[in-house]
C-alpha cells in the first residue's frame, strides 16, 4: 500500500474520501450472544455472571466482591515509584476537573418569571476497566476521578482478573480515585449486572469505560436503560507538522498510536515529501525493534498514512474532516491556528507536547471520541456525571402576561386539557 496521499494528485479526493470512511472497528456481529448474555444475567443474577466469568476469564475461584482487606493485599505489590506517579495524574485530573464545575443560574425576566437550572450529579456509576493484556491503571482515573468530582456517591468499577489476575496497580488506581465498590468481572456480563444488578451487585444509572466489541456491543443494548459515555471504536491521531521538525520524533509519535490495537490509526499530515520519506524510514525502523512491533506494523500498514498538502489551511481542512481523537500540531506558534480547527477529540499544542502526555498525565480525562464521532460529541468530563435540570416559576404578574400566548398555542396543537390548566388559573385573578 502507498502511504504517501498527495492532495495535488488528481485522484486524491477519492482515495482521501476512503480513508475518512474506511470503518476500523472489528467487523463481527456478536449481538445475539450479547443478548443472550444480558438476558441471562438478568434472569438469574449472580450465578449467570459466575458462569460467564469462570469459562470467558478463566476465573474459577471467583469472589463477585473484592473486599477491602484484598486491596490492601494488591497494593502493596505496587512500587513506590509508580505510586509516586499515579499520585501526580491523580492530582493533576483533580485539579483539571475541578475548575469545569459550573454553578446553578436564576434569574427573573421582565415578565416577573424566575427561570434558570441547577446541577445535579448522577448517583451511581458503573466504571469498566479492561484486563488482560489491556490493563491500565490511567483507564480507572481518568474515567472515576471526573465522576467523583462531578459528586457522584457511588462509583463501581468492574474489571476482569484474567485467569485470577489483576495488575495491582489498578487497585491502587482505584483507591486514590475515590472508588467505592470494586467486582472481578468483565465482558457483557459485567454489564448486565451493572445495569440491573445482581444478588450482589447493585444497578447504577450510568455506565463509562472502554472494552472490547462484547462491551461495546453490551453498552450499545442496554443503552437507555442506563446511560452510556461514548461507542468507543479504534484510537486514532493525526498529526499536522512543519517542515522544521525531526522525522525521528514524528515517527515515534505515529507509532505511539499504532501499537495500541491493530485497527488504530495514525496519520501525518504536512507538505514536505522529503519529511514524508524521512518519516516513512523512521516509522520502519522503530517498529523492528519494539515490542508490540507486530499490533504496531499491522496498524500501520492497514491504517497509516502520510498527506502531503498544499499549504496550513488544507491541512486543517482535511484535519477536520478526519475529525481525530487527537490531535498534534507539531508546528511553530501552534496556539495561532486554534481558531482553525473545528472537530478533535484533544489538542496538543506544539512539538514539545506528545499525545502520550494526554493518555497519562496531563489533566484532561484520554477518554475521547473515536471514528470521526469527534464531529459532534466531546471527551469525558465533569458534564458527563452531571445533569442540568431547568427552573421555572410563574408570579400572578408573569401567569397573566404569558398565559393567553400559551393557550393559544396549546389549542392550535389540538390539547385543550393544557389550555385549560392555564385558563383556570387566570379565572381566577
Request: proline share 4%.
Amino acid at each position: 500500500m502507498n502511504k504517501i496521499l498527495k492532495s495535488s494528485d488528481s485522484d486524491f479526493l477519492k482515495k482521501f474520501h476512503e480513508v475518512v470512511n474506511y470503518d476500523r472497528s472489528e467487523i463481527l456481529d456478536v449481538s445475539s450472544v450479547v443478548s443472550d448474555i444480558i438476558k441471562n444475567v438478568r434472569e438469574r443474577g449472580d450465578a449467570a455472571v459466575i458462569e460467564y466469568t469462570s469459562k470467558l476469564d478463566r476465573n474459577n475461584e471467583i469472589q463477585l466482591e473484592v473486599s477491602n482487606d484484598s486491596i490492601e493485599e494488591y497494593i502493596k505489590d505496587v512500587p513506590e515509584d509508580i505510586k509516586d506517579a499515579l499520585d501526580l495524574a491523580a492530582e493533576r485530573i483533580k485539579n483539571y476537573h475541578q475548575k469545569q464545575l459550573p454553578a446553578d443560574q436564576s434569574y427573573q425576566d421582565e415578565n416577573e418569571t424566575t427561570l434558570g437550572y441547577f446541577w445535579r450529579a448522577v448517583e451511581s456509576v458503573g466504571i469498566y476497566v479492561p484486563g488482560g493484556t489491556a490493563s491500565y491503571p490511567s483507564s480507572v482515573l481518568m474515567n472515576a476521578i471526573p465522576a467523583k468530582i462531578a459528586g457522584v456517591k457511588d462509583v463501581t468499577m468492574v474489571t476482569p482478573f484474567t485467569d485470577g489476575k489483576i495488575n495491582p496497580s489498578i487497585m491502587y488506581a482505584a483507591k486514590v480515585a475515590g472508588v467505592t465498590n470494586i467486582y472481578p468481572i468483565g465482558g457483557a456480563q459485567a454489564i448486565a449486572a451493572l445495569t440491573f444488578g445482581t444478588e450482589t451487585i447493585k444497578p447504577v444509572n450510568k455506565i463509562v469505560g472502554p472494552g472490547n466489541i462484547y462491551v461495546a456491543e453490551a453498552k450499545r443494548q442496554v443503552s437507555g436503560t442506563v446511560g452510556i459515555d461514548m461507542f468507543a471504536g479504534p484510537s486514532e491521531v493525526v498529526i499536522i507538522a512543519d517542515t522544521n521538525n525531526e522525522p525521528k520524533i514524528i515517527a515515534a509519535d505515529l507509532i505511539a498510536q499504532s501499537e495500541h490495537d491493530p485497527s488504530a490509526q495514525s496519520i501525518l499530515i504536512c507538505n514536505d515529501e522529503s519529511l514524508a520519506n524521512n518519516v516513512i524510514k523512521e516509522v520502519d525502523d522503530q517498529i523492528s525493534n519494539l515490542p508490540r512491533g507486530e499490533i504496531a506494523r499491522s496498524s500501520w500498514d492497514k491504517n497509516g498514512y502520510i498527506i502531503i498538502a498544499n499549504d496550513i489551511d488544507e491541512s486543517f481542512n482535511l484535519s477536520n474532516q478526519l475529525a481525530p481523537e487527537h490531535l498534534e500540531l507539531l508546528i511553530d506558534n501552534a496556539e495561532s491556528y486554534l481558531s482553525k480547527i473545528s472537530n478533535a477529540g484533544a489538542v496538543f499544542l506544539g512539538k514539545n507536547t506528545p499525545e502520550a502526555l494526554g493518555d497519562y498525565i496531563a489533566g484532561p480525562s484520554h477518554v475521547l471520541p473515536t471514528s470521526r464521532s469527534a464531529k459532534f460529541s466531546s471527551g469525558l468530563s465533569v458534564y458527563d456525571f452531571l445533569k442540568k435540570i431547568s427552573l421555572i416559576g410563574c408570579t400572578d404578574k408573569s401567569l397573566a402576561n404569558l398565559g393567553e400566548a400559551a393557550i393559544k398555542i396549546a389549542t392550535n396543537e389540538g390539547l385543550d386539557g393544557h389550555a385549560r390548566s392555564i385558563e383556570y388559573r387566570l379565572s381566577k385573578k
